[in-house]
């Protein structure tokens, strides 16, 4: 980025120091971070700061008049990873220009993840069962991208956001945990939702029975006329 403007001294210009702070002390991406830049010494110094992010301006943060002898900017744009933040003080007639750096992490946001339905609950087995969730980013803003992988023992679906459901057909009867796991992304990272429990009925059983060679001598005692068919459930 380009250089401060030069500011001509007097001859007893006061020596300055700058440091820079920064709240919270780590963020996540899209997260709002508040810098300070803090000028001692010196004449009570006046003038203009200016900040910036691996020897980028931060849009916004190009020139911060001093009040008090601080300087003082918010910005939501740095970008993941670690990063060499800069508050450089332009002096004025009676103050020498200095500067201060600090090192600052930014990691991916977190989002919380929560299955919202499952329908129909109970299910029956071979039956399309369709399961919502809900992805929510705090702190911080934007937009996940990526898919949520849905499973139930050995069945499930997949969410490809920005939908928010998908169905699968259970192939085992009985109460088992739905789960649900949102991959991540370059901007937000992985989360699981809490497990929520999920019931499938079995289907009906046919059972046939044998016809029975002669009713008039037997006691009839099966009640099933020869040939008919029974459901066991």
Do not use: W
């Not at 820079?20 to 010494?41: C, I, K, R």
């Not at 699968?168 to 929520?196: H, K, L, M, R």
């Amino acid at each position: 980025h380009g250089e401060p403007a030069t500011v001509l001294l007097a001859p007893n210009a006061g020596v300055t120091t700058t440091t820079l702070s920064a709240s919270p002390g780590a963020s996540s991406f899209a997260q709002p971070v508040t810098l300070t830049a803090t000028v001692h010494n010196g004449n009570a110094p006046t003038g203009f700061v200016e900040f910036s992010a691996n020897d980028f301006y931060i849009a916004g943060c190009e020139s911060v008049a001093l009040t008090g002898g601080q300087a003082q900017c918010v910005t939501s744009a740095l970008p993941i990873g670690t990063n060499t933040l800069k508050a450089t003080y332009g002096g004025d007639t009676g103050n020498a220009a200095s500067s201060g750096t600090l090192s600052y992490e930014v990691t991916r946001a977190t989002v919380t993840l929560t299955i919202t339905a499952h329908t129909p609950d109970p299910s029956a087995v071979l039956s399309p069962v369709m399961v919502s969730v809900a992805l929510v980013v705090a702190p911080g803003t934007g937009t996940p991208t990526g898919t949520v992988a849905v499973s139930r023992g050995v069945d499930g679906c997949t969410i490809t956001l920005p939908a928010t459901s998908c169905s699968f057909s259970p192939s085992v009867a009985g109460t088992a945990a739905i789960v649900a796991q949102y991959g991540g992304d370059a901007n937000f990272a992985p989360q699981s939702a809490a497990p929520v429990s999920h019931t499938t009925t079995a289907l009906p059983q046919a059972i046939t029975f044998p016809p029975i060679p002669d009713l008039a001598l037997g006691n009839g005692a099966s009640g099933i006329e020869p040939g008919q068919t029974a459901q066991r459930v």
